[in-house]
């Protein structure tokens, strides 16, 4: 930056130099403003990536769950009956 200053100084004195350092200071804070917003876009589609990675992850463990609680009252229903179909024979061997 002091030699954009001294180099512009050089060529069109003091008060121009001024309004040069100003600009070029301005057109660094531009540029560093540009790589800030490239940097927070990426950053917001990789957020959204992952909440998309998520959500998919969250809806295969709601099946998952769904599969597995299904799958124990199938379970205690195929038990209640068997233990159902043990007492009515051993009711009828009683009698």
């Not at 490239?38 to 998952?64: C, F, P, S, T, Y």
């Not at 609680?69 to 009698?95: H, P």
Request: glycine residues 6%.
């Amino acid at each position: 930056m002091d030699m954009i200053i001294e180099k512009t100084m050089e060529r069109y004195g003091s008060s121009v130099c001024r309004t040069e350092a100003v600009r070029a200071s301005l057109e660094d804070m531009q540029g560093e403003r540009d790589f800030a917003v490239k940097d927070i876009d990426a950053a917001v589609r990789e957020r959204d990536i992952l909440r998309a990675g998520r959500d998919e992850m969250l809806q295969i463990h709601n099946r998952l769950l769904d599969q597995l609680i299904e799958g124990q009252c199938q379970s205690q229903v195929m038990e209640a009956t068997f233990e159902g179909t043990r007492n009515t024979n051993g009711m009828e061997e009683l009698v």
